[in-house]
């Protein structure tokens, strides 16, 4: 009953009760956006949803566009400017999703919605994430983040999509918050922001464990 009715429509109500009451802050991230990254400050990107249907993520811009003699864009570690990482540290690059929320493309919490080419990299197991709606955070971005290894991420994905609950949800916002206070796991160990995910080789197990 929750999982299908009443957490869709919490998050329609939240969703557009933050955007109407956000919208000062959106309007100043919106210019800010356009001073510091030279132009549009949105991000958009086709993102696989619930069932693996395909939607258009929206985000603010954290990388700016700087290429090479070449014409190829720079590392990430390079165009990730100042703004674009305090954008990433206190999360509010992802305030725009609020509106993939309303329009029903996501959740407030669920597994954050990747790359579409990672759909056939995915075992049998780990394509069990797109059971439910991705979201705005999950059980993956308050435990840990990027500095996750990709196996321990998706089991944590998985183990969400069976165990999805209102005390669950409200468990993983309240983890959310001291996540990103404490601002952890904003970059992996050997990236500035995640190493692509290549599949998951043979032999390789998640380390993390249920916490029930």
Known sequence: ??????????????????????????????????????????????RPGYHEKIFKLIKFRTMDNRKDANGDLLPDEVRLNKYGRFLRASSLDELPELFNILLGHMAIIG?????????????????????????????????GRNSLSWEDKFAMDVWYTR????RTDMGIIIDTVRTVVKKEGISSETSATMEEFMGTPAGVEPTWRPPF
């Not at 597994?111 to 780990?126: F, G």
């Open 111 to 143: 597994p954050r919605p990747l790359l579409v080419r990672y759909l056939p990299r995915y075992s049998d197991e780990q394509r069990h994430r797109h059971d439910v709606r991705p979201g705005l955070t999950g059980f993956a971005q308050a435990h």
């Open 1 to 46: 009953m929750y999982a299908k009715f009443i957490k869709q429509l919490i998050d329609f109500i939240l969703s557009l009760l933050g955007i109407i009451i956000l919208s000062p802050l959106l309007l100043i991230l919106i210019i800010l956006g356009a001073i510091f990254m030279g132009g549009n400050p949105f991000f958009t990107q086709e």
């Open 163 to 166: 165990h999805v609950s209102f």
